[in-house]
C-alpha cells in the first residue's frame, strides 16, 4: 500500500507540547515513528552555571510543571552533598512527604489524561475533581499548587504543624477510598481492559535495552526502583513494596500507577505517624567548595538524575540533568512499530510525558497598596464575572439560574 | 559486590594508579581513564561488575579538554562516573549505542551543546538545538556567550 508520512507537532491543536512526531503509515498501520525533540529547550543547565546556587533552587524547579519537586530535591541532594551538609531528619520527612503527595497528584493527572485520550472523559473528571484534594494540601503545606518552593540548600523552608498534618491525614484517607474505587474500574471495567491490553507492547528485555524508566519500566516486570534501591530522604527509614506487572502494556502501566498510589497512601501515613522533631534545616554557606556529585530521584515518571560539579565559587561549574522522559520516549517507537494509528495517542500518553501545568492567581499586589490580598474563591469568582461583563458579557442572567438550580 | 571490591578489581584489571578510582561515599564511585582505555574498562565494568543501567552522559569543558562522565549504575544502586578526556581540537569519542541504545541521545546532546564528535552514530535527528542553530557554537562551552538582541541588552542595561 502507498506510504504516508504525517507530522504532528511541533505546533499541534492537539499536542499540549511543543515535540515533533513523523509517523510513516502504511493504511492505518504503523511503519516507522521517529521523534524529534528539542523544542522546548531552555538553556536552563547554561542558565545554572550563571545563577547562584540559591538561585538554581528554584530555577531547577521550573523544569517541569508537574514534578517540580523531583528536580528542586534531585538539585540540592547534589549541592548537599559536595557541601557535606548534614540535613536535619524532620527536613528529610517533610521533602519526603511533598514527594509522594507530588507523585499522588502526578499519577491521578496521568490516569485522567489516559482516560480522556481512550474516549472515557467521565474518569477524566473523576479523578481529575479528586486531585484537587491533593493540590489543596500541598498548597497548604507549601503555598503553592505548583514549584512548591519548599526545598533550600540544607533543608526545608516551611515547618509541618499538628493540625496540618491532621489535615494531611485526612485527605489521604479520602483519596485513598477514590483510588481503590479507580482500581476497581481499571480491573473490572470490561470497556477499559479492552482498550488498553495488548496496546503499546513493551517487552521486558525491550524495556531494559532501550533504558526505560519509572512505571513504564515497572509495568514491563523491570523491577527498579530509585527509592529502594538507592535511598535518599526518608525513603531508608520507609516500608513499601515496588509495583511491577507483566503485562508489558498500556493495562500493565495503568496497574503499576494505581498500586504506586496505594502505596504512597501508605508511605505518607508512616511519614506522619514517625515525622521526628527538630529543627528543619541548617545554614548553608553561599559558597559551596570544589566537588562533584551525582544525585538520582524516583520522580512520578522514573528515574530523575541530577550531576552537580562545583569550583568553590557561589555559583555551579556545571549542572547536568537527565529527566526520565528523556530516557522514555526512546521506547515508544518500539511501542508503536507494527500498531495501528488510534493507538498512538495512549501510547504516547502512557509514558506520562511531562506536559506543563498553570498556577492558579492567588495573591495579587494592587497598586499603591503595600500588602498582599488573599483571593478568596467568591472574590475569584467575581473577578471572573467582572472580567467578563467589562467585556460586554453579562452573566447575570445565567447566574440567577445556577443559583436556582443550586437550590 | 561491594563498592571496595569493584575499586580493587578496576584497580588491578587496567593497573589504573591508585587515585584514579574513588569511593565518595556509599554508593557512589568515580573513576577516571585514559581515552584508550575506555572500551576495554567500560565493557569490563557492563559485563563483569554489572553496571547495567546507564543514567546519562555528562559533559563538561574542562579548558583545554572536553570530558565526558558516564554515569553506569548497577541494579542495587551503586553509581560509578566513568570519565575520559579528551582534546578539545578534536573532541572524539566512541559511540556507545552497541552496549545501551538508548544513549543515541545522550551522545547527541553532548555533540549539539558541546561539539563532541561522537564515531560511529549512525544520522539521524539533531537534539535539542534547532536545525538552524549556526555549526561551531556550542553553548555549554565556557567561552560561548549568548548573542544578546538590543532590546534584551536594553532591558539589562
Known amino acids: 500500500m502507498h506510504k504516508v508520512i504525517i507530522p504532528v507537532g511541533p505546533q499541534h491543536p492537539a499536542l499540549k507540547e511543543p515535540e515533533n512526531f513523523m509517523i510513516t503509515l502504511s493504511g492505518e498501520k504503523i511503519l516507522k515513528f521517529s521523534a524529534r525533540l528539542g523544542y522546548n529547550h531552555r538553556g536552563i543547565e547554561k542558565a545554572c552555571e550563571e545563577r547562584t546556587y540559591i538561585q538554581d533552587v528554584y530555577l531547577t524547579e521550573r523544569i517541569c510543571g508537574i514534578c517540580s519537586h523531583s528536580h528542586s530535591t534531585c538539585f540540592v541532594q547534589a549541592v548537599e552533598e559536595i557541601a557535606a551538609l548534614e540535613v536535619p531528619k524532620r527536613a528529610l520527612y517533610i521533602r519526603t512527604l511533598v514527594a509522594e503527595l507530588e507523585r499522588v497528584h502526578s499519577h491521578l493527572l496521568w490516569l485522567g489524561v489516559a482516560g480522556h485520550e481512550v474516549g472515557f472523559d467521565t474518569l477524566l473528571m473523576y479523578t481529575w475533581r479528586d486531585r484537587e484534594v491533593v493540590m489543596d494540601i500541598l498548597a497548604m503545606l507549601t503555598g503553592n499548587r505548583v514549584n512548591y518552593g519548599i526545598n533550600t540548600i540544607g533543608g526545608v523552608r516551611r515547618d509541618i504543624t499538628p493540625e496540618q498534618s491532621k489535615e494531611v491525614a485526612k485527605a489521604t484517607n479520602t483519596l485513598e477510598e477514590r483510588t481503590k474505587y479507580y482500581i476497581q474500574i481499571a480491573t473490572k471495567e470490561t470497556t477499559l481492559i479492552k482498550r488498553l491490553s495488548g496496546v503499546g507492547v513493551l517487552s521486558h528485555d525491550d524495556a531494559i535495552r532501550l533504558g526505560a524508566v519509572g512505571p513504564t519500566a515497572r509495568a514491563s516486570s523491570v523491577d527498579r526502583d530509585v527509592r529502594r534501591d538507592d535511598p535518599y530522604a526518608a525513603y531508608g527509614e520507609l516500608k513499601f513494596k515496588v509495583i511491577t506487572d507483566n503485562h508489558n502494556d498500556v493495562y500493565g502501566r495503568t496497574l503499576v500507577r494505581m498500586g504506586e498510589l496505594m502505596e504512597s497512601y501508605s508511605m505518607i501515613r508512616q511519614l506522619l505517624k514517625n515525622m521526628p522533631e527538630g529543627p528543619i534545616a541548617v545554614k548553608a554557606p553561599r559558597k559551596i567548595p570544589a566537588g562533584e556529585a551525582v544525585s538520582r530521584y524516583e520522580a512520578p515518571r522514573g528515574e530523575d538524575v541530577h550531576y552537580v560539579k562545583s569550583n568553590g565559587s557561589e555559583k555551579p561549574e556545571r549542572v547536568k540533568v537527565r529527566a526520565p522522559t528523556l530516557a522514555n520516549i526512546q521506547t515508544v517507537a518500539k511501542m508503536l512499530e507494527d500498531r495501528q494509528l488510534a493507538d498512538l495517542p495512549i501510547v504516547i500518553a502512557a509514558i506520562d510525558p511531562c506536559f506543563s501545568c498553570t498556577d492558579r492567581l492567588t495573591v495579587i499586589k494592587e497598586a499603591g497598596v503595600r500588602k498582599n490580598k488573599v483571593m478568596s474563591w467568591e472574590d475569584l469568582h467575581d473577578y471572573s464575572i467582572g472580567w467578563y461583563r467589562e467585556r460586554g458579557i453579562d452573566f447575570a442572567g445565567l447566574n440567577k439560574k445556577l443559583t436556582r438550580m443550586l437550590k | ?157
Open chain 2, 1 to 157: 559486590m561491594t563498592e571496595e571490591n569493584i575499586k580493587d578489581a578496576l584497580i588491578k584489571k587496567f593497573s589504573l594508579p591508585e587515585g584514579k578510582v574513588r569511593i565518595q561515599r556509599k554508593r557512589r564511585m568515580s573513576a577516571e581513564v585514559d581515552r584508550l582505555k575506555f572500551k576495554d574498562v567500560f565493557e569490563y565494568a557492563i559485563t563483569e561488575l554489572k553496571f547495567v543501567i546507564l543514567c546519562t552522559i555528562t559533559g563538561l569543558d574542562e579548558g583545554s579538554n572536553l570530558s565526558f562522565i558516564y554515569h553506569l549504575s548497577t541494579e542495587d544502586g551503586i553509581v560509578l562516573n566513568l570519565k575520559i578526556s579528551v582534546p578539545k581540537e578534536n573532541p572524539a569519542i566512541k559511540t556507545i549505542i552497541g552496549y545501551f541504545p538508548a544513549a543515541d541521545i545522550y551522545e547527541r546532546e553532548v555533540m549539539d551543546l558541546l561539539g563532541a564528535k561522537v564515531e560511529g552514530l549512525p544520522p539521524g535527528n539533531r537534539y535539542p538545538l534547532m536545525d538552524e542553530w549556526p555549526k561551531d557554537a556550542y553553548p555549554l562551552r565556557k567561552d560561548w556567550k549568548q548573542n544578546k538582541t538590543k532590546e534584551q541588552e536594553a532591558k539589562n542595561a
